[in-house]
């Protein structure tokens, strides 16, 4: 059974920093495309970044060049780092992996962030 379980979310000042973590279980990340997407307050969800299979990146308009995704594969963990944060990126972000047809998220983890 996959799970996508993500923590590091809460409240940051704008202006700072945060990383979100994706741990995988029931999949080895590096086998699928695994990514961000965030969806803010009354918006729908909007890709902010992914790594291919390759481990090829790419970033969504969402990202606005403020994020940063890497991954472990000897942790079997996705991160999202988000420098200079802005109230805009305020949002749920969710991890997704995904490959052929098969798609799984995970549950979301908010961020506030507070002007």
């Known amino acids: 059974q996959v799970q996508l379980v993500e923590s590091g979310g809460g409240l940051v000042q704008a202006g700072g920093s945060l990383r979100l973590s994706c741990a995988a279980s029931?999949?080895?990340?590096?086998?699928?495309?695994m990514g961000w997407y965030g969806q803010a307050p009354g918006k729908q969800r909007e890709l902010v970044a992914e790594?291919?299979?390759?481990?090829?990146?790419s970033y969504g308009d969402f990202a606005r060049g403020r994020f940063t995704i890497s991954r472990d594969t000897t942790k079997n963990t996705v991160y999202l780092q988000g420098n200079n944060m802005r109230p805009e990126d305020t949002a749920v972000y969710f991890c997704?992996?995904?490959?052929?047809?098969?798609?799984?998220w995970g549950q979301g983890t908010p961020v506030t962030v507070s002007s």
């Open positions: 997704f992996a995904r490959i052929l047809r098969r798609q799984y």
């Open positions: 790594v291919n299979l390759a481990g090829a990146i």
């Open positions: 029931g999949l080895t990340v590096g086998t699928y495309s």
